[in-house]
């Protein structure tokens, strides 16, 4: 199979579309054959040196930004060139006028689900782009049964044309060995006993909730209150939130860093509006933390038993934190379970679905 696969998200700081097109890609070129080919769109030879050492692999630099227009009208014409049998864009921007076999990977809806939080060009770029290149599509990848029907009900596609290919946690996420702790938490310089929240400022990851759960817990709890770390929020974001004794901000964390954090938590909190997936919850549950997270949109599929699920509002959060923190007995029990459910979602079984449906678009219309 010779695939043209556009990883042009992919960078050294990567977010959750690039690690998920680079990790696919690297379970997939474990399980098949020397028949397969990928010729990989990049931005820039830094992002080329990122991709596998593997020579069913060659690296393609087209700097054409993802969503541009350019991408729009220049794409097609430089896909036409290679002989490829498909073209699979691994985020929600592919070429509508290119004429080829069309695979994409849509995460979510999130500007579609949360109008008021995204500008007009996010909405227009769904109508005019998005929209019609996965109703064109030979199929669509998503990450989650609710995106999936977030895909069925916003953009009118096919459910049978719509494959669910879950995220899966990366081996740096795992929980620690107690031996391990203290030089973990002294290289991070984190606190012995803390709450954990990962994410960043947009309003869909609900930080702020957190933030006041956590406000309101100090009333009832004083000293005996672990302090919050938020990790992907800088001093001045969330409405001007500024570190203090009991609220620790760290900007961004490699993998090894985001892993320890985890493992280290007393409790991760993801109290999320809105997730196509919820990688870091996954993450944590990979780590041993117990965690708790919303009762909404994918969380519950991600989460499943092995943690706590609560609506995202202050009130339920620290009702769920509360109690938690009161319960060694339960943050245990959900620390064994974590890496059990975490192992259910593995790159290889992603992997495989895809290679699977590679083939079942090359064999003919399908479905």
């Given at each position: 199979?010779?695939?043209?696969?556009?990883?042009?998200?992919?960078?050294?700081?990567?977010?959750?579309?690039?690690?998920?097109?680079?990790?696919?890609?690297?379970?997939?070129?474990?399980?098949?054959?020397?028949?397969?080919?990928?010729?990989?769109?990049?931005?820039?030879?830094?992002?080329?040196?990122?991709?596998?050492?593997?020579?069913?692999?060659?690296?393609?630099?087209?700097?054409?930004?993802?969503?541009?227009?350019?991408?729009?009208?220049?794409?097609?014409?430089?896909?036409?060139?290679?002989?490829?049998?498909?073209?699979?864009?691994?985020?929600?921007?592919?070429?509508?006028?290119?004429?080829?076999?069309?695979?994409?990977?849509?995460?979510?809806?999130?500007?579609?689900?949360?109008?008021?939080?995204?500008?007009?060009?996010?909405?227009?770029?769904?109508?005019?782009?998005?929209?019609?290149?996965?109703?064109?599509?030979?199929?669509?990848?998503?990450?989650?049964?609710?995106?999936?029907?977030?895909?069925?009900?916003?953009?009118?596609?096919?459910?049978?044309?719509?494959?669910?290919?879950?995220?899966?946690?990366?081996?740096?996420?795992?929980?620690?060995?107690?031996?391990?702790?203290?030089?973990?938490?002294?290289?991070?310089?984190l606190p012995e006993g803390f709450i954990l929240g990962v994410g960043n400022p947009k309003p869909h990851k609900n930080l702020t909730a957190l933030v006041q759960a956590h406000h309101l817990l100090q009333a009832r709890m004083g000293a005996s209150l672990p302090p919050l770390v938020l990790v992907g929020v800088q001093p001045g974001e969330l409405g001007g939130l500024e570190p203090g004794p009991m609220l620790r901000l760290i900007p961004h964390l490699d993998d090894a860093g985001l892993a320890a954090a985890y493992a280290l938590a007393t409790v991760v909190v993801i109290p999320s509006l809105y997730e196509g997936f919820g990688l870091p919850a996954l993450e944590a549950l990979a780590c041993g933390a117990p965690v708790i997270a919303s009762d909404r949109a994918s969380l519950p599929e991600v989460v499943g038993r092995a943690g706590v699920l609560c609506p995202p509002e202050p009130e339920a959060l620290a009702q769920a934190l509360e109690g938690l923190l009161h319960d060694p007995a339960r943050r245990e029990a959900l620390a064994q379970a974590g890496p059990a459910q975490a192992a259910r979602f593995s790159w290889a079984e992603a992997a495989r679905s895809t290679l699977q449906t590679y083939r079942r678009v090359l064999d003919g219309p399908w479905p």
């Open positions: 199979m010779r695939i043209i696969y556009d990883l042009r998200t992919l960078e050294p700081r990567m977010h959750g579309m690039a690690r998920y097109g680079l990790e696919l890609l690297r379970a997939m070129l474990d399980q098949g054959g020397e028949e397969l080919g990928f010729g990989v769109l990049v931005r820039d030879r830094q992002a080329a040196s990122l991709l596998p050492s593997d020579p069913r692999v060659l690296a393609m630099v087209c700097n054409f930004a993802p969503y541009g227009l350019l991408s729009q009208l220049l794409l097609p014409k430089v896909l036409g060139q290679f002989q490829a049998q498909m073209y699979h864009c691994t985020f929600y921007a592919p070429p509508v006028r290119f004429g080829g076999r069309i695979l994409v990977t849509i995460h979510d809806l999130i500007h579609l689900r949360f109008p008021e939080h995204h500008g007009l060009k996010h909405r227009l770029f769904y109508r005019w782009v998005a929209g019609p290149a996965a109703r064109k599509a030979a199929a669509v990848f998503t990450v989650s049964q609710h995106s999936k029907r977030d895909l069925v009900e916003l953009l009118g596609v096919e459910p049978r044309r719509v494959v669910v290919t879950p995220n899966a946690a990366g081996p740096a996420f795992r929980p620690l060995e107690p031996d391990q702790r203290a030089a973990a938490a002294a290289g991070l310089g």
